[in-house]
């Protein structure tokens, strides 16, 4: 894989019909400890791209299972987590070594992944076992093994670790797990193919989009009790949740929009056209602005969440889906299917009154073919680096 190296000249770089350049920036004072990764899973590759965000560089591909697609940070410790869908296992990757330590077998054709806030435990929900694996970080093993609904999609764990919701795309319920006894508790009716899901940061309330009817499905965690079906637009296929916890944002891919879900109340306050093919969006952390890839449009949709309308579109590579944005909030990437590679944004603050525009092209970064998620993980060295 070739290496791309930021420089001080500009150097044109074709993308979407336009040209960009790579301009030169001022990087943080990073401490000496100091590490941030981005990992980004590529399907069809069978292998994982680590990227240094101090330098923006790819420093590392490591071999992984067959199908990488679902990826997870632990919170407490310097280690990711990716999902093999086509080999049926997870492997443990070392974020300090970059390499994989250890691989471990769950059930079939599991998607997705996540990891408890004391970092304890990791949840895996496998679509082709109607089962939720629940793995022991600390031991690295399967602790137990869920019988859930079928065809479950994704185990969500609630910001305070009491509850794992996991969405059943075959039977429209949703499995709602004691996490502590590591025992399903119950099972709530909802909407029609149930996707993702949204747990409200006191864990009162899980949201859960259901592509196949249009609708996002408020759920009761104190009660296991659906609270409301609320109609958004064709095909949601994901979520994203303010920081606060106060909106949540439905990805309506077939309809070419977002829907602004008020939590409280269980509203929908709007719907906004945003381009074509909405697939997934991230929010920053000041709850101010919300970055949508637009599969269909090959762009990022910048969304100004008090003005409440788009203020940019950013043109990308081929397919954008997956989006992270750097731990100081400053860079977006955006993954783009469809041309295997990462595009890195940076976010300005104008210098002068009429600049044009403050967001800037990085650079364009080739991973491996189809990647498909990207997770962020910044944190300080404990042990000597491998050499």
């Not at 150097?11 to 980004?40: S, T």
Request: one cysteine or more; glycine letters at 8%.
């Amino acid at each position: 894989m070739r290496k791309l190296l930021l420089i001080a000249v500009c150097v044109p770089l074709a993308l979407a019909g336009g040209w960009y350049y790579f301009h030169e920036r001022a990087l943080p004072a990073y401490g000496p400890l100091y590490r941030e990764y981005a990992y980004i899973t590529n399907g069809k590759s069978n292998n994982v791209t680590v990227i240094d965000l101090r330098t923006f560089s790819p420093v590392r591909t490591l071999t992984v299972g067959a199908e990488p697609t679902g990826a997870a940070a632990n919170p407490r410790r310097n280690e990711v987590y990716v999902v093999n869908t086509g080999s049926a296992n997870v492997s443990v990757i070392d974020a300090e070594q970059n390499k994989v330590v250890a691989t471990l077998g769950v059930g079939g054709r599991p998607y997705f992944i996540d990891v408890s806030p004391d970092g304890h435990r990791a949840w895996v929900a496998n679509s082709g076992s109607n089962s939720v694996s629940v793995i022991d970080l600390d031991r690295r093993v399967v602790a137990a093994t869920l019988h859930v609904g079928g065809s479950p999609g994704l185990a969500r764990v609630s910001p305070d670790g009491s509850t794992v919701v996991v969405s059943n795309r075959a039977d429209n319920t949703v499995s709602i797990i004691d996490a502590a006894r590591m025992a399903v508790r119950s099972a709530v009716s909802i909407c029609i193919q149930p996707e993702d899901i949204a747990i409200l940061p006191d864990a009162t309330k899980a949201f859960v989009s259901c592509s196949g009817s249009g609708q996002v499905a408020s759920i009761d965690l104190k009660n296991d009790k659906l609270l409301a079906l609320l109609d958004v637009g064709k095909s949601p296929v994901s979520l994203a949740l303010k920081p606060d916890g106060g909106e949540l944002v439905a990805f309506n891919f077939d309809a070419g929009s977002i829907s602004i879900i008020e939590t409280t109340p269980d509203e929908v306050a709007g719907s906004y056209l945003v381009g074509s093919q909405p697939t997934r969006g991230v929010i920053s952390l000041d709850n101010s602005r919300l970055y949508i890839s637009n599969f269909g449009s090959n762009n990022i949709a910048v969304y100004d969440i008090d003005l409440g309308k788009i203020v940019a579109y950013l043109p990308v590579g081929a397919h954008p889906d997956g989006v992270a944005l750097s731990q100081n909030q400053n860079y977006l990437l955006a993954l783009d299917s469809g041309s295997g590679d990462v595009a890195v944004i940076q976010k300005r603050t104008p210098k002068k009154k009429f600049e044009p525009s403050e967001y800037s092209l990085v650079t364009i970064i080739p991973v491996g073919m189809q990647p498909n998620q990207i997770v962020v993980k910044s944190f300080l060295l404990t042990k000597p680096e491998a050499r």
